[in-house]
Each structure stands twice: as structure tokens, then as C-alpha cells.
């Protein structure tokens, strides 16, 4: 079966991708962006003087091998990068990409994912696995084989689908599977061109706007979202067994506001039935109430590593870092009394901002720690004469997550 696998992703290789392309921007995200490995598995600890050993499992046409390669050589770390791939086509073009930027910390290795004990590639920091285990024959199989390529306190990255947001695509499949799925490849974009364009009003991929592959990634998209030979989604209760399956144990959604039922409700009845969930049934019901979740993006660390991986801004010394966004144009945007207004794939939410937050973000440099901007924020907000700020002063506190 890895053979047609194989032959799906030589012939398209997914997500297509312009090596050209890399003059013009870096593609960044989640799961790997160095400040979420850094943020999720690492504590919070960036030792740039340190090695790191970094695998990207069913690496594809390069986006995270790229980002992980470009941010670690940006950051001064002296870091290894191993792009594993069953695909050699897909692996030429995360190559080329690579060459393009002149990134010399990277090495390609053809091979399966379940082989890789085979390969002899030695343990691993941190591993990306994004977009492949749902495409595996045993999913777990291909987790427990990663584990083994992880370090005692390493940790993966990595995407499984979700169904509820992909309501529609396995109706496609399941459609052209019927009508098309002994015809070859070629034929089998044809007919999924005209079925894409006879669907009705009332057909569920024609009425989830959120999924959008098959309009904008040409035949790759088609082929990866409707005529994947073997393609599956996870609930959150389902990834949590595979997760436990495969002897390894979740630090955290990305993002963790979207599964986080007290972000969606007002009901001071819901809210306090929700909170009596533990952690994985909170997540399953914010996954059940948005209903708009088409992808989980989870890390996680080996189940015999007992010590917390994720950052807690818990000491003077913390070093709030912004992952994207420049923390003083941002901060500048923001007025007292402002909400920010999110919208989590169609689920618009306010968020009452702390009355600092923007002051507070304007000092977020990620040189300033804690105890500074705390500091920073006391010399410029220094009562006139009869005026108590004290209630402000407070509320940066309170904002510390912010960052
Ligand atoms: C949907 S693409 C995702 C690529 C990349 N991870 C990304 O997020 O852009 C899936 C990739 O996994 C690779 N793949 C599938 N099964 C594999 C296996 N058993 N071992 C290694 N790679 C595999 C495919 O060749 C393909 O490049």
C-alpha cells in the first residue's frame, strides 16, 4: 500500500511548491515554529549553545523542513535537520528549496517512517510530523517508531485531520471512490473536476468554506483532499488514544483557545459543568461545540517523560516572547478599554484586554524580562500627584500570559 502511497506523492507531490518561491517569503506555522518547540517542549528555554537534532517525519515538499532549517540558522543554533521522506520527488523540491536559501544545516534520507529504526539516523531533539499519520496503514505503528527516534526529553510536533471541519471531503471521496476509483490518476482529477462542478447548494463540501484545497492547490490539491488512497480523520478522544498507543503523552493543542469550552460559552451553568471535565474532555467538547475544526495540531513527549515541557511564565526572569507579530507596532494599536476580536475559523470571539495590554506588549522585545517590563511599566505609569494607579498596576500582572 506504501507503494501507491508512494506513487501518489511522487506523481503529486503535496503541498505543490516553487522553490523560486523562497526569494520571495518564508512559509512559518505551527506544528515547529521554533518559538512554539521552544514554548511547548522545551520550557521555555532557547540555550543557544546547544545542539539540536531535529527530524521532519514525512517532511513532503519542505515547509517545515525549510522554516525549521531558516529559524534555527537565524537564531545562531547549531542545528541538524533530517527531512525523511518515501517521496524522492517531494524531497527534490524541499531540496531545491533549501539550496535556494544556501541553508547548510540540512541532510534528505529516503525512507518509510515505520523503517526508520532501520535507518540508523541516532535520536532525535525534536521530530515534525505533520499531515502524515493519517495517511499511514498503522497509525500507531508509525508514532511508536517515531518515539523510539526521540530523545528521553524530546518532542514531536505534529497534524492529524479532524473530522468535523472536513464535513464534505469524505462525502467527495466516497463519491468518487464509486465512480472513479479504478480509473488512473489522471482520469480520476478529471472526473473530480466535474463532480467539484455539478455539486449542489445543499452538498456539505460545497457548503464548508473552510476547506479549500481542492479550489486553490491545483491537481495536488484535488488529488490530496478527494482522491487520497488512504486518508483519515481524528477526533479529539480518538487522537488521544493513538497518542496514549503510541507511548506518548499530549502537552498541548495549537491553539489552545480553540479547545477551551469557557472561550465559546457565557452560561454560568456550562461553565461550571464544563469545568468538572478533565483536560481531554474539555478539548472534545470545544471540538464538538465549534464543530469548525478541520485540523489538530498537538505536541507531545515520550509517556516516561514525568517533567513539564511547557513554558510557565512563573519567574521575574521570564523573557515573554511574541511568536509572529512585532510586540511594538501591535502594542500600539491597542487602546484601554479595547477587546480583541478573534475569529477562529468562523467563530468570532472578544477578548477583554487588561488595561496594560497595550503598554505591555509594546515592551515585549524578547530581550526584556518579566521583572524589566514590570519595572518599565511602574516608571511609566507613575501617578500624578493625587492620582492611585494601583488597580492598573495590578492588571499588567494579570496580563503576564499575554505574552
Ligand atoms: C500531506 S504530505 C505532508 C507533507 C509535509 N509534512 C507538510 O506538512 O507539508 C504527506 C507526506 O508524507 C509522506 N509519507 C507518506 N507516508 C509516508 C511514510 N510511511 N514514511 C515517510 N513519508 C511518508 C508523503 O510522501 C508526503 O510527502
Known sequence: MNDDLRGQYENYPYPPRDPADEAKRLIAGSPSHICEIEHHIMGGVRNAAEPRR???????????????????????????IIHLDISEASSAIAKSRIDARGLTNTKFVHGAIEAIAERDLGTFDY??????????????????ALRTALKPAGGLGMMVYAPLGRTGVYHAQAMLQMIAGDLP??????????????????????????VGDHLNQGDSGIYDLLLHRRDRAYSVPELAALVQQGGMRPVNFVDPARYEPSVYLTSAELLKRTSGLNWVQRCAFAELLAGNM???????????????????????????????DDGQSLG?????????????????ISLPLPQLAGPILMLIDGEKSLADIHADLQSSQKPAPGQDNSRNSSTSFSARSTG
Do not use: F
Not at 59 to 65: E, I, L, P, Q, V
Not at 199 to 209: E, F, G, S, V, Y
Not at 332 to 347: C, E, F, H, R, T
Open 54 to 80: 531535529i527530524l521532519v517525519a514525512g517532511g513532503g515538499t519542505g515547509d517545515a523542513t525549510v522554516m525549521l532549517a531558516a529559524q534555527h540558522a537565524a537564531a545562531g543554533i547549531d542545528a541538524e
Open 127 to 144: 521530530i515534525d510530523c505533520c499531515g502524515v499519520l493519517h495517511h499511514l496503514e498503522d497509525p500507531v505503528a508509525g508514532l511508536k
Open 185 to 210: 490518476d489522471p482520469d480520476r482529477i478529471s472526473a473530480a473536476r466535474e463532480l467539484l462542478g455539478e455539486l449542489p447548494d445543499t452538498n456539505w463540501l460545497k457548503r464548508n468554506p473552510y
Open 294 to 324: 478541520k485540523t489538530h495540531i498537538l505536541y507531545a513527549v515520550r509517556d516516561d517523560n514525568k517533567t513539564n515541557s511547557l513554558a510557565t511564565p512563573d519567574g521575574a526572569d521570564t523573557i515573554p516572547v511574541m511568536r509572529d
Open 332 to 348: 500600539a494599536q491597542i487602546k484601554p478599554g479595547m477587546s480583541l476580536k478573534v475569529d477562529m475559523a468562523g467563530v468570532k
